[in-house]
């Protein structure tokens, strides 16, 4: 189960992640979940700090990996990067 906090968001104001990153998020290869959160690499802005507080999107750092990944699964017992 995934508690309230963490469950599908659907913001009021808009659709920021789907303008931010596009609107092809597989599925979880792992689990099968729906709309995984984007994974992002860089300096976070202080938009990407409340993004990720609010569980739309992961923040990976600020040094971008070789084999960096792209989605996280919201499954909280999956989590699972792909
Ligand atoms: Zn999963």
Redesign the pocket.
């Known amino acids: 189960m995934v508690p309230e906090t963490m469950g599908h968001y659907r913001p009021a104001g808009g659709k920021m992640s789907e303008s931010l990153f596009g609107d092809e998020s597989p599925d979880?290869p792992?689990?099968?979940?729906e709309e995984p959160r984007p994974v992002i690499y860089g300096r976070a802005s202080e938009e990407m700090v409340t993004a990720a507080k609010l569980g739309h999107i992961v923040l990976g750092g600020e040094e971008v990996p070789e084999a960096h990944r792209l989605w996280q699964?919201q499954?909280l017992e999956?989590?699972?990067r792909f």
């Open positions: 979880c792992q689990c099968g979940l699964c499954g999956c989590e699972y």
